[in-house]
């Protein structure tokens, strides 16, 4: 079936230095886009969101951007901290489905 | 107080038993989900509720029984266990389609 998948499982990020975690996604009837970050033994966490219509969104220090045209998601984080050690996940929601596909995942580890 | 809550947080059960995992949300959302997270993070939906009906049922053996006896809850019954039941089982519930928010998981250990 269709899903959401990211392109690097682990990525190394120096403290201070800015993240970028990238996505492709395959289903073009989404229009529905999150990122949540998911820390050592807890559940996933929301982060931002976006919807179809729009192709930048910017957070506290995170920005995600969407490219529709060639099914591209990217969450970008400002002056990583060691607190944004953690796994995180891009996920879409087709509409009129009730539920959300997540891709596998990216590791980021922040270095002192 | 907790948006997502389930209990217990971790299970440690033997073949062939069978278990339960609750989930209660105070949020006032009208759908609720069970994922599952296996041993490499893949998080996979299981079930989706939207005022206590079931909506999404993704191809989940029949050992699994969600029940939603009202719209703040959201059970997970399991029968006969197998070793491959083993992983973290999250809760999550979310406004009709949007934003999800996730309990913090039970990790089930089939031994």
């Known amino acids: 079936g269709e899903s959401v998948g990211l392109h690097l499982p682990t990525l190394s990020v120096q403290e201070g230095d800015n993240s970028i975690i990238n996505c492709a996604y395959s289903?073009?009837?989404?229009?529905?886009f999150i990122w949540y970050k998911q820390e050592s033994g807890k559940g996933p966490q929301f982060i931002i969101d976006i919807r179809s219509n729009m192709d930048k969104r910017q957070g506290q220090r995170v920005t995600v951007l969407l490219n529709k045209t060639v099914k591209h998601l990217s969450l970008q984080i400002a002056a990583t901290q060691p607190g944004d050690s953690a796994v995180y996940f891009c996920?879409?929601?087709?509409?009129?489905?009730?539920?959300?596909?997540f891709g596998a995942g990216t590791t980021v580890t922040v270095r002192a | 107080d907790t948006a997502v809550s389930q209990t217990p947080k971790y299970l440690v059960t033997q073949m062939g038993n069978d278990k339960s995992i609750k989930c209660e949300q105070n949020?006032?959302?009208?759908?609720m989900y069970w994922y599952k997270q296996d041993s490499k993070k893949f998080l996979k939906i299981m079930f989706s509720?939207?005022?206590?009906?079931?909506?999404i049922n993704e191809t989940v053996p029949n050992r699994f029984s969600p029940k939603s006896p009202d719209k703040a809850h959201l059970n997970l019954h399991i029968n006969s266990l197998e070793l491959g039941d083993s992983a973290v089982y999250f809760c999550a519930s979310s406004q009709s389609r949007g934003r999800a928010f996730f309990g913090q998981g039970t990790r089930l250990t089939v031994v």
């Open positions: 509720y939207n005022n206590k009906e079931l909506i």
């Open positions: 949020l006032g959302h009208d759908t």
């Open positions: 996920a879409e929601n087709k509409d009129g489905d009730y539920k959300l596909s």
């Open positions: 289903n073009s009837a989404s229009d529905y």
